[in-house]
Protein backbone atom coordinates (compact mmCIF):
# COMPACT_ATOMS: atom_id res chain seq x y z
CA UNK A 1 0.00 0.00 0.00
CA UNK A 2 1.36 3.36 -0.28
CA UNK A 3 2.27 6.12 1.93
CA UNK A 4 -0.11 8.94 0.62
CA UNK A 5 -3.23 5.85 1.14
CA UNK A 6 -1.14 5.23 4.50
CA UNK A 7 -1.55 8.69 5.66
CA UNK A 8 -4.83 9.52 3.91
CA UNK A 9 -6.19 6.33 6.25
CA UNK A 10 -4.78 7.50 9.57
CA UNK A 11 -5.90 10.88 9.07
CA UNK A 12 -9.84 9.96 8.74
CA UNK A 13 -9.06 7.40 12.02
CA UNK A 14 -8.51 10.23 13.78
CA UNK A 15 -10.73 12.99 12.79
CA UNK A 16 -13.56 9.98 12.97
CA UNK A 17 -12.93 9.25 16.63
CA UNK A 18 -12.88 12.94 17.17
CA UNK A 19 -15.83 13.96 15.62
CA UNK A 20 -17.59 10.63 16.85
CA UNK A 21 -16.65 11.06 20.16
CA UNK A 22 -17.63 15.36 20.29
CA UNK A 23 -21.21 14.56 19.10
CA UNK A 24 -21.59 11.74 21.72
CA UNK A 25 -20.91 13.94 24.38
CA UNK A 26 -22.91 16.71 23.45
CA UNK A 27 -25.90 14.39 23.02
CA UNK A 28 -25.56 13.09 26.13
CA UNK A 29 -24.84 16.46 27.90
CA UNK A 30 -28.22 17.78 26.13
CA UNK A 31 -26.16 21.20 25.48
CA UNK A 32 -25.46 22.56 22.07
CA UNK A 33 -21.54 23.73 21.79
CA UNK A 34 -20.52 27.38 20.99
CA UNK A 35 -18.83 28.00 18.07
CA UNK A 36 -15.25 27.80 19.53
CA UNK A 37 -16.02 24.78 21.02
CA UNK A 38 -16.83 23.38 17.21
CA UNK A 39 -14.06 24.93 15.82
CA UNK A 40 -11.77 23.67 18.89
CA UNK A 41 -13.56 19.91 18.90
CA UNK A 42 -13.94 19.57 15.37
CA UNK A 43 -11.01 20.60 13.47
CA UNK A 44 -7.64 22.10 16.14
CA UNK A 45 -7.96 18.81 18.30
CA UNK A 46 -7.56 16.47 15.19
CA UNK A 47 -5.01 18.73 13.34
CA UNK A 48 -3.23 18.43 17.32
CA UNK A 49 -3.51 14.93 17.53
CA UNK A 50 -2.41 14.63 13.53
CA UNK A 51 0.59 16.55 14.28
CA UNK A 52 1.80 14.92 17.40
CA UNK A 53 1.68 11.06 15.58
CA UNK A 54 3.36 12.83 12.43
CA UNK A 55 6.48 14.01 14.87
CA UNK A 56 6.37 10.38 16.65
CA UNK A 57 6.78 9.21 13.38
CA UNK A 58 10.10 11.46 12.86
CA UNK A 59 11.40 10.93 15.48
CA UNK A 60 11.66 7.32 14.98
CA UNK A 61 13.27 8.03 11.36
CA UNK A 62 16.74 8.14 11.95
CA UNK A 63 17.19 4.16 12.92
CA UNK A 64 14.78 3.03 10.35
CA UNK A 65 17.55 3.14 7.80
CA UNK A 66 19.97 1.18 9.82
CA UNK A 67 17.99 -1.28 10.51
CA UNK A 68 16.73 -1.48 6.88
CA UNK A 69 20.40 -1.70 6.21
CA UNK A 70 21.39 -4.20 8.16
CA UNK A 71 18.15 -6.55 7.05
CA UNK A 72 19.20 -5.60 3.37
CA UNK A 73 22.80 -6.83 4.51
CA UNK A 74 21.54 -10.03 5.89
CA UNK A 75 19.30 -10.84 2.97
CA UNK A 76 21.78 -10.32 -0.06
CA UNK A 77 23.05 -13.96 -0.66
CA UNK A 78 27.03 -14.06 -0.81
CA UNK A 79 28.62 -14.03 -5.07
CA UNK A 80 28.83 -16.85 -6.21
CA UNK A 81 31.70 -18.76 -6.31
CA UNK A 82 32.84 -20.95 -9.56
CA UNK A 83 33.38 -25.48 -8.93
CA UNK A 84 36.35 -26.49 -9.50
CA UNK A 85 37.79 -26.18 -13.48
CA UNK A 86 39.78 -27.53 -15.94
CA UNK A 87 42.42 -25.15 -17.71
CA UNK A 88 42.30 -25.23 -21.47
CA UNK A 89 45.91 -24.04 -22.65
CA UNK A 90 46.01 -24.77 -26.35
CA UNK A 91 44.65 -26.38 -29.27
CA UNK A 92 44.98 -27.70 -33.01
CA UNK A 93 42.68 -28.55 -35.68
CA UNK A 94 42.66 -30.44 -39.03
CA UNK A 95 39.14 -29.86 -40.54
CA UNK A 96 37.57 -29.70 -44.34
CA UNK A 97 36.95 -25.80 -43.72
CA UNK A 98 40.34 -24.56 -41.78
CA UNK A 99 43.01 -25.47 -40.08
CA UNK A 100 43.18 -22.98 -37.56
CA UNK A 101 40.35 -21.66 -35.04
CA UNK A 102 40.12 -18.55 -36.09
CA UNK A 103 39.47 -19.74 -39.86
CA UNK A 104 37.11 -22.16 -39.22
CA UNK A 105 34.93 -19.71 -37.30
CA UNK A 106 35.24 -16.40 -40.06
CA UNK A 107 33.98 -19.82 -42.75
CA UNK A 108 30.74 -20.74 -40.59
CA UNK A 109 29.46 -17.10 -40.24
CA UNK A 110 29.88 -16.90 -43.76
CA UNK A 111 27.78 -19.61 -44.29
CA UNK A 112 30.55 -21.40 -46.15
CA UNK A 113 31.68 -24.14 -44.18
CA UNK A 114 29.33 -27.04 -45.92
CA UNK A 115 29.13 -29.92 -47.36
CA UNK A 116 29.15 -30.45 -51.38
CA UNK A 117 28.67 -33.41 -53.99
CA UNK A 118 31.79 -35.94 -52.95
CA UNK A 119 34.61 -36.66 -56.32
CA UNK A 120 35.10 -40.07 -55.87
CA UNK A 121 31.75 -41.45 -53.87
CA UNK A 122 28.79 -42.63 -55.03
CA UNK A 123 25.25 -43.97 -53.47
CA UNK A 124 23.40 -47.49 -54.07
CA UNK A 125 21.85 -45.39 -57.47
CA UNK A 126 25.55 -44.28 -58.83
CA UNK A 127 24.96 -40.70 -57.83
CA UNK A 128 27.56 -38.99 -56.00
CA UNK A 129 27.37 -38.41 -51.93
CA UNK A 130 27.16 -35.06 -50.14
CA UNK A 131 30.32 -35.34 -48.14
CA UNK A 132 32.82 -32.98 -46.39
CA UNK A 133 36.29 -33.99 -47.69
CA UNK A 134 39.87 -33.02 -46.31
CA UNK A 135 42.35 -32.62 -49.22
CA UNK A 136 45.11 -35.35 -48.94
CA UNK A 137 44.94 -36.01 -45.21
CA UNK A 138 47.65 -38.82 -45.58
CA UNK A 139 50.27 -38.92 -48.49
CA UNK A 140 52.14 -41.65 -49.32
CA UNK A 141 54.73 -41.00 -47.16
CA UNK A 142 53.06 -40.66 -44.26
CA UNK A 143 51.62 -44.08 -44.68
CA UNK A 144 54.78 -45.49 -45.24
CA UNK A 145 56.26 -43.67 -42.12
CA UNK A 146 53.64 -45.28 -40.24
CA UNK A 147 53.87 -48.85 -41.73
CA UNK A 148 57.79 -49.15 -41.34
CA UNK A 149 57.35 -47.76 -37.72
CA UNK A 150 54.76 -50.02 -36.76
CA UNK A 151 56.19 -52.51 -37.94
CA UNK A 152 59.73 -52.44 -36.20
CA UNK A 153 57.63 -52.28 -32.77
CA UNK A 154 56.56 -55.93 -33.59
CA UNK A 155 52.92 -55.20 -33.27
CA UNK A 156 49.85 -57.27 -35.36
CA UNK A 157 49.65 -56.20 -38.29
CA UNK A 158 46.33 -53.24 -37.94
CA UNK A 159 45.16 -53.76 -42.17
CA UNK A 160 44.16 -50.29 -41.35
CA UNK A 161 41.74 -49.24 -44.25
CA UNK A 162 41.82 -46.36 -46.60
CA UNK A 163 39.64 -43.95 -43.61
CA UNK A 164 41.80 -45.71 -40.94
CA UNK A 165 44.47 -44.05 -42.89
CA UNK A 166 43.14 -40.58 -43.57
CA UNK A 167 42.00 -40.41 -40.14
CA UNK A 168 45.30 -41.33 -38.51
CA UNK A 169 47.26 -38.48 -40.82
CA UNK A 170 45.22 -35.70 -39.85
CA UNK A 171 45.35 -36.51 -35.94
CA UNK A 172 49.32 -37.03 -36.55
CA UNK A 173 49.42 -33.59 -37.16
CA UNK A 174 47.78 -32.10 -34.56
CA UNK A 175 49.37 -34.21 -31.98
CA UNK A 176 52.63 -33.15 -33.34
CA UNK A 177 51.33 -29.21 -32.76
CA UNK A 178 49.74 -29.77 -29.47
CA UNK A 179 53.22 -31.94 -27.88
CA UNK A 180 55.06 -28.87 -29.36
CA UNK A 181 53.13 -26.98 -26.98
CA UNK A 182 53.75 -29.00 -24.08
CA UNK A 183 57.33 -28.80 -24.50
CA UNK A 184 57.06 -25.11 -23.32
CA UNK A 185 56.92 -27.35 -19.78
CA UNK A 186 60.18 -25.67 -17.65
CA UNK A 187 60.52 -29.10 -16.80
CA UNK A 188 60.11 -31.00 -20.06
CA UNK A 189 63.69 -31.26 -20.59
CA UNK A 190 65.24 -33.19 -23.43
CA UNK A 191 67.51 -35.48 -21.17
CA UNK A 192 66.24 -38.00 -18.91
CA UNK A 193 63.87 -37.49 -16.59
CA UNK A 194 64.75 -38.54 -12.82
CA UNK A 195 61.82 -40.02 -10.97
CA UNK A 196 62.15 -36.94 -8.51
CA UNK A 197 61.11 -34.52 -11.66
CA UNK A 198 57.68 -32.70 -11.10
CA UNK A 199 56.86 -33.25 -14.73
CA UNK A 200 53.87 -34.79 -14.80
CA UNK A 201 52.59 -37.34 -16.59
CA UNK A 202 51.20 -36.43 -20.13
CA UNK A 203 47.65 -37.93 -20.38
CA UNK A 204 46.79 -38.81 -24.07
CA UNK A 205 43.18 -39.52 -24.54
CA UNK A 206 41.99 -40.28 -28.03
CA UNK A 207 38.36 -40.62 -28.80
CA UNK A 208 37.97 -43.02 -32.07
CA UNK A 209 34.59 -44.68 -33.30
CA UNK A 210 33.23 -47.79 -33.36
CA UNK A 211 34.26 -48.44 -36.75
CA UNK A 212 38.34 -48.88 -35.83
CA UNK A 213 38.94 -53.03 -34.10
CA UNK A 214 41.25 -53.49 -31.27
CA UNK A 215 44.03 -54.19 -33.01
CA UNK A 216 43.72 -50.78 -35.09
CA UNK A 217 43.26 -48.70 -31.70
CA UNK A 218 46.23 -50.06 -30.19
CA UNK A 219 48.24 -49.23 -33.05
CA UNK A 220 46.86 -45.85 -33.57
CA UNK A 221 48.01 -45.34 -29.81
CA UNK A 222 51.09 -46.62 -30.01
CA UNK A 223 51.93 -44.45 -33.25
CA UNK A 224 50.61 -41.50 -31.98
CA UNK A 225 52.77 -41.93 -28.45
CA UNK A 226 55.16 -41.92 -30.60
CA UNK A 227 54.27 -38.97 -32.36
CA UNK A 228 54.28 -37.17 -28.58
CA UNK A 229 57.60 -38.13 -27.91
CA UNK A 230 59.37 -37.41 -31.34
CA UNK A 231 58.30 -34.10 -30.66
CA UNK A 232 59.60 -33.53 -27.40
CA UNK A 233 57.65 -34.76 -24.68
CA UNK A 234 59.59 -37.83 -22.84
CA UNK A 235 58.10 -41.28 -23.24
CA UNK A 236 58.60 -42.19 -19.60
CA UNK A 237 55.68 -39.90 -19.27
CA UNK A 238 53.30 -40.68 -21.73
CA UNK A 239 50.21 -42.63 -20.99
CA UNK A 240 47.61 -43.18 -23.88
CA UNK A 241 44.04 -44.08 -22.99
CA UNK A 242 41.79 -44.80 -25.70
CA UNK A 243 37.24 -44.80 -26.20
CA UNK A 244 36.30 -47.70 -25.56
CA UNK A 245 32.65 -46.79 -26.01
CA UNK A 246 30.87 -46.66 -28.89
CA UNK A 247 29.21 -42.57 -28.13
CA UNK A 248 32.79 -40.96 -28.60
CA UNK A 249 31.15 -37.62 -28.01
CA UNK A 250 30.61 -38.99 -24.54
CA UNK A 251 33.45 -40.24 -23.98
CA UNK A 252 34.92 -36.76 -24.55
CA UNK A 253 32.59 -35.54 -22.24
CA UNK A 254 33.23 -38.10 -19.52
CA UNK A 255 36.80 -37.49 -19.89
CA UNK A 256 36.76 -33.84 -19.28
CA UNK A 257 34.83 -34.34 -15.92
CA UNK A 258 37.11 -36.96 -15.02
CA UNK A 259 39.84 -34.52 -15.35
CA UNK A 260 38.22 -32.19 -13.94
CA UNK A 261 38.21 -33.66 -10.60
CA UNK A 262 41.64 -35.26 -10.69
CA UNK A 263 43.01 -31.49 -11.23
CA UNK A 264 41.37 -30.64 -7.69
CA UNK A 265 44.12 -32.70 -6.11
CA UNK A 266 46.85 -33.95 -8.49
CA UNK A 267 48.75 -32.46 -11.41
CA UNK A 268 47.41 -33.22 -14.01
CA UNK A 269 48.25 -32.68 -18.37
CA UNK A 270 46.18 -34.27 -21.06
CA UNK A 271 46.28 -34.34 -24.35
CA UNK A 272 42.76 -35.45 -26.10
CA UNK A 273 42.24 -36.32 -29.09
CA UNK A 274 39.70 -37.28 -31.63
CA UNK A 275 39.68 -38.50 -35.68
CA UNK A 276 37.64 -40.23 -37.54
CA UNK A 277 37.16 -40.25 -41.37
CA UNK A 278 34.01 -41.38 -43.60
CA UNK A 279 35.22 -40.58 -46.52
CA UNK A 280 35.35 -44.16 -48.30
CA UNK A 281 33.23 -46.65 -50.09
CA UNK A 282 33.11 -49.11 -46.74
CA UNK A 283 31.47 -46.21 -44.52
CA UNK A 284 29.59 -45.05 -46.99
CA UNK A 285 28.17 -48.57 -47.82
CA UNK A 286 28.12 -48.70 -44.42
CA UNK A 287 25.48 -46.02 -43.84
CA UNK A 288 23.40 -46.85 -46.76
CA UNK A 289 23.03 -49.44 -45.34
CA UNK A 290 21.55 -48.82 -42.31
CA UNK A 291 19.53 -46.16 -43.92
CA UNK A 292 21.05 -43.49 -42.70
CA UNK A 293 22.88 -41.71 -45.31
CA UNK A 294 21.56 -38.49 -46.44
CA UNK A 295 20.09 -38.22 -50.33
CA UNK A 296 17.38 -36.88 -52.09
CA UNK A 297 14.91 -39.15 -50.38
CA UNK A 298 16.65 -38.96 -46.99
CA UNK A 299 17.27 -35.25 -45.86
CA UNK A 300 17.59 -36.04 -42.39
CA UNK A 301 20.28 -38.72 -43.16
CA UNK A 302 24.07 -38.37 -42.30
CA UNK A 303 26.50 -36.34 -44.43
CA UNK A 304 30.29 -38.25 -44.27
CA UNK A 305 32.87 -35.86 -42.74
CA UNK A 306 36.58 -36.32 -41.06
CA UNK A 307 38.82 -34.46 -39.03
CA UNK A 308 40.69 -34.28 -36.46
CA UNK A 309 40.66 -31.89 -33.63
CA UNK A 310 43.03 -31.55 -30.05
CA UNK A 311 42.81 -30.01 -26.94
CA UNK A 312 46.09 -29.38 -24.26
CA UNK A 313 44.40 -29.58 -20.78
CA UNK A 314 46.12 -28.90 -17.14
CA UNK A 315 45.19 -28.33 -13.77
CA UNK A 316 45.69 -24.99 -12.38
CA UNK A 317 48.80 -25.36 -11.11
CA UNK A 318 50.62 -26.35 -14.40
CA UNK A 319 48.71 -23.89 -16.38
CA UNK A 320 50.60 -21.44 -14.50
CA UNK A 321 53.91 -22.84 -15.08
CA UNK A 322 53.32 -22.23 -19.25
CA UNK A 323 52.87 -18.94 -20.76
CA UNK A 324 49.84 -18.68 -21.88
CA UNK A 325 46.27 -17.55 -20.95
CA UNK A 326 44.35 -20.44 -20.38
CA UNK A 327 40.46 -20.39 -20.60
CA UNK A 328 38.97 -22.35 -17.70
CA UNK A 329 36.22 -25.85 -18.48
CA UNK A 330 33.44 -26.29 -16.61
CA UNK A 331 31.42 -29.63 -18.18
CA UNK A 332 28.45 -30.94 -17.32
CA UNK A 333 26.51 -34.16 -19.04
CA UNK A 334 23.53 -36.71 -19.07
CA UNK A 335 21.75 -39.25 -20.85
CA UNK A 336 17.91 -38.52 -22.61
CA UNK A 337 15.45 -40.80 -21.66
CA UNK A 338 14.53 -41.79 -25.52
CA UNK A 339 16.53 -41.29 -28.74
CA UNK A 340 16.41 -37.79 -30.13
CA UNK A 341 16.27 -40.16 -33.50
CA UNK A 342 12.79 -41.16 -32.80
CA UNK A 343 11.38 -38.78 -31.10
CA UNK A 344 7.73 -37.02 -32.12
CA UNK A 345 9.23 -33.53 -31.59
CA UNK A 346 12.32 -31.90 -30.67
CA UNK A 347 13.07 -31.43 -26.59
CA UNK A 348 15.05 -29.42 -25.20
CA UNK A 349 14.74 -29.70 -21.85
CA UNK A 350 17.79 -31.70 -21.25
CA UNK A 351 20.34 -29.41 -23.57
CA UNK A 352 18.66 -26.34 -21.80
CA UNK A 353 19.18 -27.94 -18.17
CA UNK A 354 22.90 -28.61 -18.69
CA UNK A 355 23.49 -25.05 -20.30
CA UNK A 356 22.23 -23.72 -17.35
CA UNK A 357 24.09 -26.10 -14.58
CA UNK A 358 26.78 -25.52 -16.56
CA UNK A 359 26.31 -21.56 -16.26
CA UNK A 360 26.33 -21.85 -12.51
CA UNK A 361 28.70 -24.16 -11.99
CA UNK A 362 31.24 -21.40 -13.63
CA UNK A 363 29.22 -18.97 -11.79
CA UNK A 364 28.46 -16.66 -15.02
CA UNK A 365 25.19 -15.72 -15.42
CA UNK A 366 23.58 -16.68 -18.55
CA UNK A 367 22.89 -13.21 -19.83
CA UNK A 368 27.00 -12.92 -19.95
CA UNK A 369 27.13 -15.68 -22.12
CA UNK A 370 28.57 -14.38 -25.65
CA UNK A 371 28.90 -16.98 -27.65
CA UNK A 372 26.85 -20.43 -28.01
CA UNK A 373 29.30 -23.22 -29.97
CA UNK A 374 27.64 -26.39 -31.01
CA UNK A 375 28.14 -29.66 -32.75
CA UNK A 376 24.82 -29.77 -34.16
CA UNK A 377 24.74 -30.65 -38.34
CA UNK A 378 21.89 -30.31 -40.25
CA UNK A 379 19.50 -32.34 -39.14
CA UNK A 380 16.18 -30.24 -38.45
CA UNK A 381 15.40 -31.97 -34.53
CA UNK A 382 19.09 -30.84 -33.97
CA UNK A 383 18.88 -27.83 -34.76
CA UNK A 384 15.55 -26.67 -33.33
CA UNK A 385 16.96 -28.20 -30.33
CA UNK A 386 19.45 -25.95 -30.42
CA UNK A 387 17.65 -22.65 -31.73
CA UNK A 388 15.34 -23.78 -28.07
CA UNK A 389 18.28 -23.12 -26.47
CA UNK A 390 19.31 -19.96 -27.64
CA UNK A 391 16.25 -18.47 -27.58
CA UNK A 392 15.02 -19.77 -23.95
CA UNK A 393 17.72 -19.15 -22.46
CA UNK A 394 20.59 -17.09 -24.26
CA UNK A 395 18.30 -14.60 -25.84
CA UNK A 396 20.83 -12.39 -26.18
CA UNK A 397 22.63 -14.00 -29.06
CA UNK A 398 22.32 -12.83 -32.73
CA UNK A 399 21.66 -16.20 -34.37
CA UNK A 400 23.70 -15.18 -37.20
CA UNK A 401 27.38 -14.39 -35.87
CA UNK A 402 26.85 -15.36 -32.05
CA UNK A 403 25.68 -19.02 -32.33
CA UNK A 404 27.64 -21.30 -34.23
CA UNK A 405 27.99 -24.94 -35.12
CA UNK A 406 30.23 -27.26 -36.19
CA UNK A 407 28.23 -30.44 -37.46
CA UNK A 408 28.06 -28.88 -41.04
CA UNK A 409 31.34 -28.03 -41.13
CA UNK A 410 33.14 -31.51 -40.46
CA UNK A 411 30.20 -33.82 -41.06
CA UNK A 412 29.46 -37.00 -39.43
CA UNK A 413 33.02 -38.12 -37.73
CA UNK A 414 32.73 -39.00 -34.30
CA UNK A 415 33.91 -36.58 -31.69
CA UNK A 416 35.19 -34.22 -34.41
CA UNK A 417 32.74 -32.05 -34.01
CA UNK A 418 32.47 -31.65 -30.48
CA UNK A 419 35.92 -31.35 -29.83
CA UNK A 420 36.31 -28.55 -32.65
CA UNK A 421 33.89 -26.63 -31.20
CA UNK A 422 35.37 -26.47 -27.81
CA UNK A 423 38.39 -25.52 -29.77
CA UNK A 424 36.38 -22.83 -31.24
CA UNK A 425 34.69 -22.09 -28.01
CA UNK A 426 38.47 -21.48 -26.69
CA UNK A 427 38.96 -18.99 -29.50
CA UNK A 428 36.17 -16.93 -28.76
CA UNK A 429 36.15 -16.29 -25.33
CA UNK A 430 39.88 -15.78 -25.84
CA UNK A 431 38.98 -13.05 -28.72
CA UNK A 432 35.93 -11.54 -27.11
CA UNK A 433 37.16 -11.88 -23.69
CA UNK A 434 33.51 -13.13 -22.52
CA UNK A 435 31.96 -16.53 -21.39
CA UNK A 436 31.23 -18.75 -24.08
CA UNK A 437 28.93 -22.01 -23.89
CA UNK A 438 29.75 -24.98 -25.55
CA UNK A 439 26.95 -27.87 -26.08
CA UNK A 440 27.16 -31.73 -27.64
CA UNK A 441 23.36 -32.55 -29.20
CA UNK A 442 24.70 -34.58 -32.02
CA UNK A 443 24.30 -37.85 -30.03
CA UNK A 444 20.95 -39.93 -30.27
CA UNK A 445 21.26 -39.82 -26.10
CA UNK A 446 23.64 -37.89 -24.81
CA UNK A 447 24.11 -34.07 -23.92
CA UNK A 448 27.09 -32.07 -22.59
CA UNK A 449 27.45 -28.62 -22.25
CA UNK A 450 30.70 -26.67 -20.88
CA UNK A 451 31.11 -23.49 -19.77
CA UNK A 452 34.01 -21.97 -21.33
CA UNK A 453 35.83 -19.17 -19.26
CA UNK A 454 37.81 -16.68 -19.85
CA UNK A 455 40.75 -15.53 -18.01
CA UNK A 456 40.63 -12.75 -15.09
CA UNK A 457 41.71 -9.71 -16.41
CA UNK A 458 44.10 -7.79 -14.02
CA UNK A 459 42.03 -4.81 -12.82
Same mark, same amino acid.
Given at each position: ???????????????????????????????? !?????????????????????????????????????????????????????????????????????????????? @???????????????????? /????????????????????????????????????????????????????????????????????? !??????????????????????????????? /???????? /?????? @????????????????????????????????? @????????????????????????????????????????????????????????????????????????????????????? &?????????????????????????????????????????????????????? !????????????????? &??????????????????????? @???
Amino acid at each position: MGTWMKGGLAALVVFGLCWGGAIAWWQGTGRS !PSNTELAGVLLAAPLALLAALLLVRHLRKPAAPEAAAGTADAATPAPPVAGPSLALLATALSTPHGAAAEELAKAIVD @QLARSDLDPELLDDDGYPVM /SVRVEDPAGPELREAIALWLGAQALPDPQFGDEHWRALGMVTGVAADLAHRAGAHPHALPEEIDPKSPL !PTLQILLALTGAWNEAQRSAAGAWIGHVVAE /SGWPASRI /STSIAA @QPAPGAAVSNWLIQLTAQAAGTPTLAMLLSCDS @QIGEASVNALAAEGRLFGANRQQGLIPGEGAAGLLLADATQAALFDSEPVHLHTVAARRDDSADVARKPDAALLRSLGTQACTQA &AIAPAKVAVLLADTGHRTSRLMELMELANQELAQLDAGTDVLATGSACGHAGAV !PFVTALALAHQQALERQ &APVLCVSNEDPHYRSAVLVRPPV @QPA
